[in-house]
């Protein structure tokens, strides 16, 4: 069974960068899907980025296409989350999580099977 740890959440600065990773345990990541989403309070989490488990397709959300970037290196066993020009509408919870089934359905809560425990990020104006 694979498990998810993010770390790398943190205050910045509106205009400043972060870089979330998330980190798995188990030995069949490679297997797997992964997407990125986020809760800010009293909004439902909605999805950020998602990246296959090749890492050869990537998704983004309107919102942060252009600013983030999604990335993995299976050999590490990692999936990162590069946020530039943060603002601080992009202030959240983010939370990584991981589903082997359709890529096509990556935007969706619900296709994931496997979540982390969030790491906080704030964004002051």
């Known amino acids: 069974q694979v498990q998810l740890v993010e770390s790398g959440g943190g205050l910045v600065q509106a205009g400043g960068s972060l870089r979330l990773s998330c980190a798995a345990s188990?030995?069949?990541?490679?297997?797997?899907?992964v997407g990125w989403f986020r809760q800010a309070p009293g909004k439902e989490r909605e999805f950020v980025a998602a990246?296959?488990?090749?890492?050869?397709?990537?998704d983004y959300s309107d919102s942060v296409k252009g600013r983030f970037t999604i990335s993995r290196d299976n050999a590490k066993k990692t999936v990162n989350l590069q946020m530039n020009s943060l603002q601080p509408e992009d202030t959240a919870v983010y939370y990584c999580?991981?589903?082997?089934?359709?890529?096509?359905?990556?935007?969706?809560?619900?296709?994931?099977?496997?979540w982390g425990q969030g790491t906080q990020v704030t964004v002051s104006s």
């Open positions: 999580a991981a589903h082997w089934g359709d890529p096509r359905s990556g935007r969706l809560v619900g296709t994931y099977i496997l």
């Open positions: 188990g030995r069949t990541f490679s297997s797997y899907h």
């Open positions: 990246i296959t488990d090749s890492g050869t397709v990537t």
